[in-house]
């Protein structure tokens, strides 16, 4: 199975600021990495498909990047409704697979 | 707007099975190539991926539960089913339900859609 490793756990920042999360895979995944973003009693929500591609919907100030084993994602200027968990999910083999997830807290 | 809605007992016995529904509102579960999927997360801990489930009956299932686990799906009531047999302690979590697809010409496959996940507990 792919493992992914995200860091940091857990981050605090503040409104405005800019964040960037990391999601590490164990063998290369070429850019097969989405995100997520979750909240206490609602659907999660898919925020960036391959690596780098935005979901329709999705605030601009939300960017993904990477490709093989490094992934990033970055929110800049983080909203108010930004404080969230963040999760990765590889797609590139069955089983499919997450990182433990990043919290993003207000500061 | 694609909505889906878990429902079923939030409160299971150790070694009995786990049974869980998968309402799908807004489009016909049957529409386009989609898969639809199962996902849980024990308190603390990250996601995982349990399994999915096409309109055909076709399957896929994580390894790690593939002998316990069996998904079906109902076109005509468009909704979709999880048992999740002989369950311990390390089986609670939140379970969600979630819509896959495929993006950029079938390259990138995503959870597009989610419900908001019920929690299940096993305990006697």
């Known amino acids: 199975d792919v493992q992914l490793t995200q860091s940091p756990s857990s981050l605090s920042a503040s409104v405005g600021d800019r964040v960037t999360i990391t999601c590490r895979a164990s063998q290369t995944i070429n850019t097969f990495l989405n995100w997520y973003q979750g909240k206490p009693g609602k659907a999660p929500k898919l925020l960036v498909y391959g690596a780098s591609t935005l979901q329709s919907g999705i605030p601009a100030r939300f960017s993904g990047s990477g490709s093989g084993t490094d992934f990033t994602l970055t929110i800049s200027n983080l909203q108010p409704e930004d404080f969230a968990v963040y999760s990765c999910q590889q797609s590139y083999n069955i089983p499919y697979t997450f990182g433990q997830g990043t919290t993003v807290e207000i500061k | 707007q694609v909505q889906l809605r878990e429902s079923g007992p939030g409160l299971v016995k150790p070694s009995q099975t786990l049974s869980l529904s998968c309402t799908v509102s807004?489009?016909?579960?049957?529409?386009?190539?989609?898969?639809w999927n199962w996902i849980r997360q024990p308190a603390g801990m990250g996601l995982e991926w349990i399994g999915r489930?096409?309109?055909?009956?076709?399957?896929d299932y994580n390894p790690s539960l593939k002998s316990r686990v069996s998904l079906s799906v109902d076109t005509t009531k468009n909704k979709f089913s999880l048992e999740l047999s002989d369950v311990t302690a390390a089986d609670t979590a939140m379970y969600y339900c979630?819509?896959?697809?495929?993006?950029?010409?079938?390259?990138?496959?995503?959870?597009?859609?989610w419900g908001q996940g019920i929690l299940v507990t096993v305990s006697s």
């Open positions: 979630a819509r896959g697809d495929y993006y950029a010409s079938g390259s990138y496959y995503a959870f597009d859609y």
């Open positions: 807004g489009d016909p579960l049957s529409s386009g190539s989609y898969y």
């Open positions: 489930v096409h309109h055909s009956g076709g399957t």
